[in-house]
């Protein structure tokens, strides 16, 4: 029934050009933003399990750092445990050659003076070997008890990392000496034991690197999976979108015309009273 004092069709076309409009407009952000959930209103239980697979992504992030920094730490220590092999090596030679019948006491003091030196240095390198200021082979560092590396998003997800202590006392050399020829003989069987050791540290050592590279692979493939997730839960389908951004559109302008049409009406009935 056309009336004059309430314009119903006007009303109807104003609450559709709302409607119309607020869903453009909700279109558009998520459009800019690229994001398909841009308020919770959007898909609750898509924002909470998007958001929880956004930690893990962090999460995971931060454990790759972990994990290098874990196998650098190896890495470096398994520098040292190197030279300090190869100076257990020459430290045998002067033995075995202290221990030869060919050479004198005086000779031997010679020898026991490079000796003695190679044993300080072993003791200087396991001292000198740090990472971040923390010595790993002397057997002061957090290292020798063990630490746990995170590499994760659970922190039941760690690798221990334990390095032995490698200096001439816990080698059981610095004692030793080769100025006659029965310490040689002593000194040879003392570095047979010290250079097993050192051998089964590196070995040790090239055990969690190579656990360490393993888990950062795994760690890069979940991240890449997960990312692959988030997109699937989070991202707007850009296509999708574009064809309901016209849709609203198209809508929107309607109700801009029927609006218009409907604030005329009142007019045109007002007409009738003239005649």
């Known amino acids: 029934m056309p009336v004059i004092a309430t314009n119903t069709a006007a009303n109807s076309a104003l609450r559709y050009l709302n409607l119309n ?9 998520k459009l800019a933003s690229g994001s398909r959930i841009t ?23 931060q454990a790759s750092t972990n994990a290098s920094q874990g196998t650098a730490i190896l890495q470096t220590a398994d520098g040292g445990l190197a030279r300090i092999s190869d100076i257990l090596q ?22 026991n003076s490079e000796y003695t030196q190679l044993s300080s ?10 990472y971040n200021g923390v010595s790993l082979l002397d057997g002061t560092g957090v290292y020798a ?6 590499v994760g ?10 390095i032995a202590a490698a200096d001439s006392t816990s080698l059981a050399i610095d004692t030793s000496s080769v100025d006659t020829q029965a310490n040689a003989q002593t000194a040879i069987g003392l570095l047979d034991t010290a250079i097993a050791s050192v051998s089964s540290d590196r070995a040790s050592v090239g055990a969690s690197m190579s656990r360490f590279d393993f888990r950062s692979q795994q760690i890069a493939t ?40 409907a604030n005329q009406m009142p007019q045109e009935l007002l007409s009738l009273l003239k005649g």
């Open 21 to 29: 409009s607020s869903t453009e407009s909700g279109i558009t952000s």
């Open 39 to 61: 308020k919770a209103s959007d898909d609750a239980s898509g924002l909470a399990i998007g958001t929880r697979i956004q930690s893990d992504v962090t999460v995971l992030t």
């Open 90 to 111: 020459r430290m045998k030679s002067l033995a075995t050659q202290s221990n030869s019948g060919s050479v004198t006491n005086n000779e031997r003091t010679y020898i």
């Open 121 to 130: 240095e072993i003791t200087g390198i396991a001292q000198s070997t740090r």
């Open 145 to 150: 008890t063990g630490v746990d590396f995170m």
């Open 153 to 162: 998003t659970s922190t039941s997800d760690t690798i221990n990392v334990k």
């Open 222 to 261: 979940s991240s890449e999976n997960l990312s692959a997730a988030e997109s699937a839960v989070m991202d707007a389908d850009v296509a999708s979108e574009k064809s309901k951004l016209a849709s609203a559109d198209v809508k929107a302008q309607a109700a801009i015309a029927a609006l218009s049409q």
